[in-house]
C-alpha cells in the first residue's frame, strides 16, 4: 500500500542490470496457509558497469535465510526493507541462496503465488515474481530456470512448470516432487507453476522440422470436456504460425492451464500458459459464438508470444507494445484468415475508434511506448495492445506481406535470447527492405489520435482530381505540440456507375486500378490525378490503413452511395456507420430541443436495400444493420449527453423496426437453422437472425415477445439463448423475469455462465438497473474478489450502460468509487481499472462533471491507496506527473 506519493519510473533514466543471473535453481515446498521458497542464483556481474550493489527485488516474502557462495550471512551483513533486499557488492561470479516462506491463500492480488479453487498457480506479468522469492524482478534480467515442485500427492497430483520435466519421484516425507527445466533464457515474469488436482485433454501436433510436440490442457475435472475447441484453436494457431511466419514451436511439450481466478485474459510463461478459464472452456449449451471466436483469438495470441514475446522479449517495461502490439497484430492476422476478414477488421477498429480514441484524447493519454509511470500495471492498455497493433499493421501496409516477412524474419533470427527495444524492431524492418522508417519512429513516441482534413476538387476540363490531405495532432498530457507522422492513407475514387477509376498520379506513366496507398509524411499534401473525366466520390481510408481520424465532408447521398457501390468492405460498413451517426446525432439535437422525431428517409432506403439483398457473407451484414453503438456515439460528441444519445439511437432503432418489420421478420425465420453448427455460414446465418430479432423486440409488441420467448424455450446453444434473453432483459415484462430466473435455476454452477446472466442485468435499460445490480453484488453468484465477477456486473455497468451509469443523480458514480475504494486494498489492478470510466469527467455536461470530478477527489483522498489506484485518479484529476 501507499505511504507517499509513488515514485514515478521514467523511461529516459533506464540503466542496464549491474548482475545478470545465469542459472535460476528454484525449489517449492507447496503448502497451505505456508509455503517455503527456496532460490539459488548463480550470479555474474555486468562488466559493462562499475561495481555496485546486488539488490534483489522482494514484496510481502517472510525471509528465513540468505547466503553467498555458501555462506550464511548475519542480518547486519544485509539490508531488508518491504521491497528489496541489498546484498552489497559481491563477486565478479556468486552465487546467493535464500529461503523464504509466503502464503498464497492471502495473496488475494492475485499476482505472484496465489490459490484459485483450491489449486496453485501464478501471475508474474509484471512484477509479480518478487511476491515469490528476491529476484532481480526486470524483463531484461534473462536466465535459464531449474524448478522442483513438493507437495501432497493427495491433495495435488498435478506439478506444472515451464519447460520439460526431467525428474519425479516420492520424497522421505510422503510427498511427491517433480522437476522441470527451461533450456531456453527468460525473464522472470515468465516463470510459471501450477499445482493440484487438474485433468488434461492431451493431443499432438507434429512440426514443420518433423519433431512431435505434446498438447496438454489443464483443467478442473468438472471442466473436462469443454477444452476440445481450445486444442483445436491451439493446433490452428501453430500451423498458422508456421506457414505466414515461419515460426516454429520449439520445447517437447506446450501446456494450457485454466483458472478462475485471473486479473487478465492468459499470460504467455514459456511453455506453460495460464488462462482466464473464460478463453478456454466451451461447449455450445454454455458458450456463445463470440466466446468460441474469442477463445480461438486469446489461444492463438498467447502461442504466438512464443516467439514475440518469448523467445525474443522487451528491454524493459516502456517497450510492453514491442510484443504485445505485434502479437495483437499476428492474433488480428490470424483471426481473419479463419473468420470473416472483413468482420474482424471491423470488429479491431470499433474497439479502436470507441475506447482507444477515448484513451488518446483524455488526462491518461500516453504514447505507445510510454515515456513514464507509476504503476506498470495501468499501462496494459489499449493504446499499448491495440493501437500499438495499428502501428504494426501500417509498417505492413507500408513494406508489403513480402517486406513484412522479410524484416520481421531478420528481427527473430538477430534478435533471438534478448531482450530488446521498439527501435530494434523498426530497424530490423529497415535492414531487411531498405527502407527509412526514421519518420515512422514517431507513431512510438507521440500520443494522440491524428486528425487527417480531406478535401477533393474535380476540374472537369483538366480532366484532374486533387485531392488535399491535411493532418495534425492534438496536444495531450505533457506533448502539446506534435510533428507531423508517417501514414499510409489508402484510397480509390468511385465513379458514377459504383467501379473504381483507374488512378495516374501527375508524373506517372500508367494508372493503377483499385486501392492506392499513398503515404503522408508532412502536414499537408496535395495529390493530383489525372484522366479523370467525372466527378468522382472518394473511398478514403480503406481497409482502415491508419488509426485517424478522418474529417471529409461527405454528403447523405454520398455516404449512402459508398454503402451501396464501395468495393472495400470495410468503408462499405463505414460509410453506413457514417450515415447512421450523422442522423442519430440530428434526432439528438431534435430531442434536446423538443422538437418531434422523424425517421431519415434515405438511411431507411440503405437499410432495406441491406435486407433485400443480403450477399453471401450474413456476418458483414449483421454487422452492417448494427446501428453505432451508445459508446461509440459518446466519443464523437464534444459534450456527452448520455440521455440523448440513448433516446435518439432508441428512437431510431424503434422506427427502423416498424418500418421493416415484415422484411425483418422474414429474414429472421429464413436463417433459422434446425441443427447447430459451429461453421463460418452457420455463425452468420445465427448473427443475422439475432440482430434482426433485436430489432423486431424494439416494438415492445406482444407477438414478438412471445416469438422472443419461444427462442429461449427452445434454444438448443447458448448463442440463441442469450440473444433472446438479452432482448428480453432490456423490456419490463414479466417474462423477463421467468426468463432470468429460469437462466440462472439451470446455469447456478457453472461460473462463467453465470458472468453472462449478471452482465447482462447489469447493462439493461430499464429504470431501477442500479439498485438491481446493488442487490446482485450481494448475490452468491458475485464474488468481489473474483475479476471476472467484477468485470461482469461493476465494469458492465460502468462501461456497458452508459445511460444508467450516468444518471443525473450521480448515484452511478457513488456507486463506482465505493466498490473501487472496497476492491482497492484486495486487487489493486483491478480497482484501478474499474475506475476508468470516471477519468472521463471532463468529456461530460457541467452536472456530471462535477459530480465525477467529486468521486474522483473523495477517491484519491482516500488514506493508504494503492499505487495503480493512485496513479489513474491523480492523473485523471491533473495532478500526476
Known amino acids: 500500500m501507499r505511504e507517499a506519493t509513488p515514485r514515478t519510473i521514467r523511461r529516459e533514466d533506464y540503466t542496464p542490470p549491474p548482475y545478470f543471473v545465469e542459472h535460476a535453481d528454484l525449489g517449492f515446498e507447496l503448502g497451505d496457509p505456508v509455503t517455503r521458497v527456496e532460490a539459488r542464483l548463480t550470479l555474474r556481474r555486468n562488466p559493462a558497469l562499475p561495481p555496485g550493489p546486488l539488490v534483489l527485488d522482494g514484496q510481502e516474502l517472510g525471509l528465513k535465510r540468505v547466503a553467498v557462495d555458501g555462506r550464511e550471512l548475519a542480518p547486519h551483513e544485509y539490508t531488508l526493507t518491504e521491497d528489496h533486499l541489498d546484498l552489497g557488492i559481491l563477486p565478479e561470479r556468486c552465487t546467493v541462496e535464500t529461503s523464504v516462506e509466503i502464503r498464497p491463500g492471502e495473496n488475494t492480488s492475485l499476482e505472484g503465488l496465489y490459490l484459485s479453487s483450491g489449486n496453485f498457480c501464478t501471475q508474474c506479468e509484471a512484477e509479480g515474481f518478487r511476491k515469490i522469492t528476491f529476484y532481480p524482478d526486470r524483463p531484461d534480467v534473462m536466465a535459464r530456470f531449474s524448478t522442483t515442485l513438493s507437495a501432497d500427492p493427495a491433495r495435488y497430483p498435478v506439478l506444472l512448470s515451464n519447460g520439460n520435466p526431467v525428474a519425479r519421484g516420492e520424497l522421505p516425507d510422503g510427498r511427491h516432487f517433480v522437476t522441470w527445466e527451461d533450456p531456453f533464457p527468460k525473464p522472470c515474469y515468465l516463470f510459471a507453476l501450477v499445482a493440484g488436482n487438474l485433468v ?89 459464438d463470440e466466446d468460441y471466436e474469442g477463445i480461438e483469438a486469446v489461444i492463438a495470441h498467447e502461442y504466438f508470444h512464443n516467439w514475440s514475446g518469448n523467445r525474443v522479449t522487451c528491454r524493459d517495461w516502456f517497450q510492453l507494445s514491442l510484443k504485445e502490439g505485434f502479437t495483437v497484430f499476428r492474433d488480428q492476422q490470424f483471426t481473419a484468415d479463419m473468420t470473416s476478414r472483413a468482420v474482424k477488421r471491423i470488429k479491431d477498429v470499433n474497439l479502436l475508434r470507441t475506447f482507444q480514441f477515448r484513451e488518446d484524447g483524455g488526462p491518461l493519454a500516453h504514447p505507445v511506448r510510454p515515456d513514464a509511470y507509476q504503476e506498470i500495471n495501468n499501462f496494459y492498455t ?393 442487490r446482485l453484488t450481494r448475490h452468491p453468484a458475485f464474488n468481489l474478489r473474483n475479476p471476472n465477477k467484477v468485470r461482469a456486473l461493476i465494469g458492465a455497468f460502468a462501461s456497458g450502460n452508459p445511460v444508467r451509469f450516468h444518471d443525473p443523480s450521480g448515484a452511478g458514480y457513488l456507486f463506482l468509487a465505493d466498490r473501487v475504494l472496497e476492491l482497492d486494498p484486495l486487487n489493486p489492478q483491478v480497482a484501478a481499472r474499474l475506475l476508468t470510466p470516471l477519468t472521463q469527467w471532463r468529456r461530460y455536461e457541467p452536472g456530471r462533471r462535477a459530480l465525477m470530478a467529486g468521486e474522483l477527489k473523495r477517491v484519491l483522498a482516500t488514506p493508504q491507496l494503492s499505487k495503480d489506484v493512485y496513479e489513474i485518479a491523480s492523473k485523471a484529476l491533473g495532478e500526476g506527473s
Request: glycine letters at 6%; one cysteine or more; a negative charge.
Open 200 to 288: 488434461s485433454l492431451e493431443d499432438t501436433f507434429t512440426t514443420a522440422g518433423g519433431r512431435e510436440v505434446k498438447l496438454e490442457i489443464w483443467v478442473e475435472p468438472r471442466n473436462a470436456e469443454k477444452c476440445g475447441h481450445a486444442m483445436h484453436s491451439l493446433k490452428q494457431a501453430m500451423a498458422w504460425d508456421e506457414r505466414v511466419f515461419g515460426r516454429e514451436y520449439d520445447l517437447d511439450i506446450y501446456m494450457i492451464v485454466a483458472v478462475d481466478d485471473f486479473n487478465m485474459g492468459a499470460m504467455e510463461n514459456k511453455g506453460l500458459n495460464v488462462f482466464n478459464s473464460k478463453y478456454v472452456l466451451a461447449q455450445p449449451e454454455t458458450a456463445t
Open 382 to 774: 489499449l493504446t499499448v495492445y491495440e493501437k500499438g497493433a495499428e502501428v504494426v499493421r501500417m509498417l505492413h501496409t507500408l513494406l508489403g506481406p513480402e517486406g513484412f516477412r522479410r524484416g520481421t524474419d531478420r528481427y527473430f533470427e538477430r534478435f533471438d535470447g534478448q531482450a530488446v527495444t521498439c527501435d530494434d524492431f523498426v530497424q530490423a524492418l529497415e535492414e531487411a527492405t531498405g527502407r527509412d522508417l526514421s519518420r515512422f519512429r514517431r507513431w512510438y513516441s507521440q500520443a494522440g489520435t491524428p486528425v487527417l482534413g480531406v478535401s477533393g476538387h474535380h476540374d472537369p476540363r483538366a480532366r484532374t482530381y486533387t485531392l488535399t490531405v491535411t493532418q495534425h495532432t492534438p496536444p495531450t498530457p505533457g506533448q502539446p505540440d506534435k510533428l507531423p507522422l508517417h501514414i499510409p492513407f489508402a484510397l480509390g475514387l468511385v465513379g458514377p456507375d459504383g467501379v473504381d477509376l483507374p488512378l495516374r498520379l501527375a508524373g506517372e506513366a500508367e494508372a493503377v486500378a483499385g486501392t492506392r496507398v499513398l503515404e503522408l509524411t508532412e502536414a499537408e499534401h496535395a495529390f493530383v490525378f489525372e484522366a479523370i473525366g467525372t466527378t468522382p466520390v472518394p473511398s478514403l481510408l480503406r481497409g482502415y490503413s491508419a488509426p485517424v481520424r478522418l474529417r471529409y465532408d461527405y454528403s447523405d447521398a454520398e455516404l449512402a452511395f459508398l454503402m451501396a457501390h464501395d468495393t472495400d468492405e470495410f468503408n462499405r460498413w463505414d460509410a453506413g456507420q457514417r450515415l447512421a451517426e450523422r442522423v442519430i446525432t440530428r434526432l439528438m439535437a431534435d430531442y434536446r430541443d423538443g422538437r418531434p422525431l422523424r425517421l431519415d428517409e434515405g438511411l431507411l432506403a440503405a437499410y432495406r436495400k441491406l435486407l433485400e439483398d443480403p450477399g453471401a457473407d450474413r456476418r458483414l451484414l449483421a454487422q452492417a444493420l448494427m446501428l453505432p453503438s451508445e459508446a461509440y456515439l459518446a466519443e464523437q460528441s464534444d459534450a456527452i449527453d448520455p440521455e440523448a444519445i440513448h433516446n435518439a439511437r432508441e428512437f431510431l432503432r424503434h422506427a427502423l423496426a416498424q418500418e421493416l418489420r415484415p422484411i425483418l421478420l422474414e429474414s429472421y425465420h429464413a436463417h433459422r437453422d434446425p441443427d447447430y453448427r459451429v461453421s463460418p455460414e452457420a455463425i452468420g446465418r445465427r448473427r443475422l437472425k439475432n440482430v434482426c430479432l433485436g430489432y423486431l423486440m424494439a416494438l415492445h409488441d406482444e407477438t414478438i415477445q412471445a416469438l422472443c420467448m419461444t427462442q429461449y424455450r427452445e434454444a438448443d446453444n447458448m448463442t440463441d439463448a442469450m440473444a433472446a434473453l438479452a432482448a428480453l432483459a432490456q423490456v419490463d415484462i414479466p417474462g423477463r423475469i421467468e426468463a432470468l430466473a429460469h437462466f440462472h435455476g439451470r446455469w447456478r454452477d457453472d461460473p462463467l455462465v453465470m458472468d453472462k446472466w449478471l452482465a447482462l442485468q447489469a447493462t439493461s435499460s430499464l429504470p431501477g438497473t442500479l439498485e438491481e445490480v446493488k
